[in-house]
């Protein structure tokens, strides 16, 4: 593996209250095919790491996540307790939004096989959000993730833990299953050939700067997106917007085999201690980097993913505040 190693600099949060991970509680699908965004992101590529992964190991990882494998994996909330995180403010540029579009391949429709009723909302599969699969350490995790639009048709987006150790190694076997649901897979799984993340995240764990992009193989030669379609993303916005975040939560009373959503308009932080924003959500562990789409749908514009909650604080989730650095990390990945 081809690792890229550049500089990083961010500050550690002093503050008394712990981060207890995306274990409290993390697709957008326009129908047009509308040139990429043409603001460039402030961010430079000393804020980006990435790691390529040759086409064998990408192919072994597909061949390894067995469903015993997949319904074993544990939750990722676990990587991210006791992180810190920096209250400086995020660099941001030029507001930018790059529409989604439809997949090619006929998706079908998609219908939820299990009712029950939680206090998130069970949601019928959504062909671009899906779950993650991955090695950390020896051990196999599970989070969740989103298929954005891109020009390589083959980004999705998660959160940083959920790809690095942050600070230390990029994750092995790394997979994405879109629109997984009760141990089913309906388009296969593709598997990572480069995994993307701040140098915020990965040289020093800053939470503010929880957010990753991996590079995914073709599936039968059809590119992921055109199989199953794109969000669309959008940096530098606005902060308190209302969204609505997706994921598979896993721990009780979830148990991480339907997707789920929470709806709410972001706050800020209480603590002061990131820059990330807050919506009240009960998603469990297992949601982590499932998207946040500006709106009341999956077919709105992601910006952002599940990332973290304050053991003090019930039934909030966090998500990182998607500015200049982490728009840069996702035209390092797309292009």
């Known amino acids: 593996m081809q690792v890229r190693t550049l500089k990083a600099d961010s500050s550690k949060l002093k503050g008394r209250h712990k981060l207890a991970g995306a274990a409290l509680f993390a697709g957008a699908l326009m129908l047009c095919t509308a040139p990429m965004a043409t603001a460039a992101p402030h ?54 939004k790059v529409p989604g579009h439809a997949a090619k391949a006929n998706a079908g429709s998609l219908k939820s096989t299990t009712g029950g009723k939680t206090r998130a909302n069970q949601e019928t599969p959504v062909s671009h959000i899906g779950k993650v699969f991955f090695t ?35 994750a092995t076997r790394w997979v994405f299953a879109p629109a997984y649901e009760n141990g089913k897979t309906p388009y296969g799984t593709f598997a990572a050939t480069e995994l993307v993340t701040t ?8 939470i503010t700067y ?33 969204y609505k975040a997706y994921g598979y939560p896993a721990a009780s009373p979830f148990n991480g085999e339907t997707l789920q959503s929470c709806s709410g308009t972001a706050t800020d932080d209480p603590f002061g201690q990131t820059q990330s924003q807050g919506i009240s ?21 992601q910006n952002s993913v599940n990332s973290f909650g304050y053991n003090t604080v019930r039934n909030t989730m966090f998500g990182p505040y998607w500015g200049s650095v982490i728009q840069q990390a996702y035209q390092n990945a797309q292009s």
């Open 43 to 96: 961010g430079s590529n000393d804020d980006i790491q990435s790691i390529k992964i040759p086409s064998q190991k990408a192919d072994t990882a597909i061949d390894y996540w067995t469903a015993d494998r997949m319904k074993a994996a544990k939750s990722a909330d676990s990587l991210v307790k006791g992180k810190s995180g920096s209250a400086a403010k995020v660099d941001t540029g030029n507001a930018a």
């Open 136 to 170: 950390l350490g020896g051990v196999d995790y599970v989070c969740s993730g989103n298929a954005v639009v891109s020009s390589n048709e083959s980004t999705v987006s998660t959160a940083g833990h959920c790809l690095n150790e942050g600070p230390g190694a990029f």
């Open 199 to 206: 140098s915020q995240w990965s040289g020093s764990g800053d």
């Open 210 to 242: 929880d957010t990753g992009f991996a590079v995914v193989s073709n599936s039968s030669g059809v590119t992921l997106t055109d199989t199953v379609g794109a969000s669309g993303v959008a940096f530098n916005q606005p902060r308190g917007m209302a």
């Open 281 to 301: 959500c009960t998603m469990t562990g297992g949601s982590s980097g499932g998207p946040w789409f500006l709106g009341s749908g999956s077919s709105g514009y």
